[in-house]
């Protein structure tokens, strides 16, 4: 008698649920996302492949690097006497910083 109580149960809730869906009204909202989305896809494996052809070591990357900040940095510092005096006095307190938390 349980089971078919449990059965009467289980299929009331599914010709309800059932009935609530096909009687719902629907909203769909049609746009062009999909589309959008799979250009975006297409686009970003197309620019990511010359990546597969192209692949250097990383001793390569690393000696290409040091060629380049070599090229483009220069001996004596840039910076105006204001940043100076700024970068000195965080490199005051960091420091002081530092030493106050390696003492506890």
Request: hydrophobic share 40%.
């Amino acid at each position: 008698m349980k089971r078919v109580v449990g059965l009467a149960f289980v299929l009331l809730i599914a010709v309800g649920a059932l009935y609530l869906a096909q009687h719902k009204k629907r909203t769909d909202a049609v746009s062009a996302d999909a589309v959008v989305d799979m250009a975006a896809d297409w686009q970003r494996d197309v620019t990511r492949a010359p990546m597969h052809f192209t692949r250097i070591s990383d001793e390569q990357e690393t000696q290409i690097g040091d060629e380049l900040a070599r090229e483009y940095v220069t001996e004596q510092p840039t910076q105006s006497a204001e940043a100076r005096a700024t970068e000195q006095y965080v490199n005051e307190v960091g420091g002081a910083s530092l030493r106050t938390q390696s003492a506890d």
